[in-house]
């Protein structure tokens, strides 16, 4: 029974009561966004743009960049895209961007943090997606990495605006916006949480750093507590809050998610019968008791272990 839904999995994410959680896509290369919707992706949660441009000395043309970004729009035909602006950084260096000489490259100018310095880039990209977005039938959410303060929102969001995009909204993946995502989301649309980095912060644990593992899960009770935190900061603006980190890949913690309030799921493709599967099995009230769980463990491992033990269709997958 199992494998017949995971065979006819189309991209509709509910629970077993019928709460919808559209389940997208997360997508570096455009050429593979066409994979994500065979597989059966709702939309795409998180189009790493960087990805376009990784081996770059020169910034990208507008020209250039409008045919990659429309390459992903139209594997998506009225569905949602969030397009996330450049996230260069410590792991993903962008020569016509990033300077790679500083000393500690993941608390540096990455992310949205590159804007004020180099303007430009930032405006001929949301230029860019304003074309490609006016030029497909995809439903463009525009969102920034890296975001920290309530200001840094309010001028990307002034920003889009200006290019006419109207949907425009950040990562949580620092602690401090997590704490202040109430006030974030009074001036954006809506957030998506980024857990790799938001885990690696959040616990001072270097996420490319193999031999930090035990530090860097999104099972560490502080993590699921500023989940939580952001989750809050949303229901009280009336704003969506996703998650696109791996922990969303996760089919255990998937289900701890939408019970702290997640609207939306984005993971890799190859992810999405699991969580789906998962998903099927349990009540939004059992999700909520799951992650009450999760949030009160006092460690990673017990809270793994007593939400997994608790869903028992986890042994039917692969
Ligand atoms: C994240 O940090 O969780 C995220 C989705 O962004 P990236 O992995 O691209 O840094
Ligand atoms: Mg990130």
């Known amino acids: 029974e199992l494998a017949a839904r995971v065979r006819t999995f ?12 559209p389940l997208l896509a997360n997508v570096g290369a455009p050429d593979g966004a066409q994979a994500a919707a065979d597989a059966g992706a709702e939309g795409v949660g998180l189009f790493r743009t960087e990805f376009c441009f990784l081996d770059r000395t020169e910034a990208p043309s507008i020209e250039e960049q409008v045919a990659q ?10 569905k949602k895209v969030v397009v996330r602006t ?4 410590a792991d993903k260096p962008l020569p016509f961007l990033t300077n790679t000489q500083e000393p500690n490259p993941a608390l540096g100018v990455r992310g949205l943090r590159t804007a004020s310095r180099d303007p430009q ?20 959410w525009v969102m920034a990495p890296m975001v920290a303060t309530t200001s840094e929102t309010e001028e990307f969001v002034a920003r889009c605006t200006a290019h006419g995009l109207t949907t425009a909204g ?17 001036r954006a649309d809506f957030a998506s949480i980024g857990t790799n980095d938001l885990t690696q912060y959040a616990m001072a644990a270097d996420r490319l750093l193999g031999e930090l593992a035990p530090l860097q899960t999104h099972w560490q ?22 998650v696109c980190g791996e922990s969303a890949a996760d089919p255990a913690f998937a289900v701890v998610l939408v019970g702290l309030g997640v609207a939306t799921l984005s993971m890799s493709p190859r992810a999405l019968p699991d969580v789906a599967a998962v998903l099927e099995s349990v009540t939004l009230e059992e999700c909520r008791a799951l992650a009450r769980t999760a949030v009160d463990a006092e460690t990673a491992d017990d809270g793994r272990a007593a939400v997994r033990g608790r869903l028992p269709v986890l042994e039917d997958l692969g």
């Not at 189309?10 to 959680?21: E, F, I, L, Y």
């Not at 230029?127 to 995809?138: K, L, V």
């Not at 950040?170 to 009074?186: H, N, Y």
Request: net charge negative; with cysteine; glycine share 12%.
């Open 170 to 186: 950040v990562m949580v993946e620092v602690p401090s916006a997590a704490l202040q995502s109430g006030q974030i989301l009074a």
């Open 86 to 89: 450049l996230d260069a950084g």
């Open 121 to 140: 880039v930032l405006e001929d990209q949301l230029a860019a997606i304003a074309q490609a977005a006016q030029a497909e039938t995809a439903e463009v």
């Open 10 to 21: 189309g991209g509709n994410g509910r629970t077993s009561d019928g709460h919808a959680v």
């Open 221 to 242: 009770p502080a993590v699921v507590q500023l989940i939580a935190a952001t989750c809050r900061g949303g229901a009280q603006q009336g704003r969506p809050v996703g």
């Open 69 to 78: 970004y429309r390459q992903v729009l139209a594997a998506f035909p009225g």
